[in-house]
């Protein structure tokens, strides 16, 4: 078994899995359909709320929570998105959060939540990690 390495990220595992949580309710969603296609909410059966939309409670939820947190907190989510996704592995965490540090801007959230596999990303890069956001689920009961 390959052994992880030992990386004290800013992030606390909870806050990585909330977001991981909530990304995964808005991922679910589908992206909006044609603006005023001449139909309304009776006949659509109330289907537009199971579309993705920047004014979409989840979103703006995220979207705040990510702002909320310190540029350390930010660089690190970023840095692991990129990892989940195969941009890096773990063991090359220095560069990675190195190349998010210097890209880091007021956008943070908004570039994540344009991931279309933000959670996974996340998720997969935790599990990466040695960490999980079951194991962190535990710790709080």
């Known amino acids: 078994m390959r052994e992880t390495p030992e990386i004290d990220f800013a992030i ?6 909330f977001i991981v949580v909530k990304a995964r309710e808005f991922e679910v969603k589908e992206w909006p359909s044609l603006a005023d296609d ?3 909410p ?7 709320v199971l579309e ?3 004014s979409d409670p989840v979103f703006a939820e995220l979207q ?17 998105a ?7 592995t773990i063991d090359d965490w ?29 998720e997969d890069a935790w599990t990466e990690a ?3 956001c079951e194991d962190e689920e535990m710790g709080r009961l």
């Open 52 to 54: 993705a939309r920047r």
């Open 82 to 88: 990129w990892i989940g996704r195969g941009d890096y």
């Open 94 to 122: 220095a560069e990675a959060r190195g190349e998010a540090a210097s890209a880091h801007n007021t956008r943070t959230a908004e570039y994540l939540l344009g991931m279309p596999l933000l959670s996974e990303f996340l």
């Open 38 to 40: 001449g139909s309304n």
């Open 12 to 17: 606390a595992g909870d806050q990585l899995c």
């Open 130 to 132: 040695g960490r999980s």
């Open 64 to 80: 705040g929570f990510i702002n909320g947190l310190d540029e350390d907190r930010q660089i690190d989510l970023v840095a692991l």
């Open 42 to 48: 009776s006949d659509d059966k109330m289907v537009e």
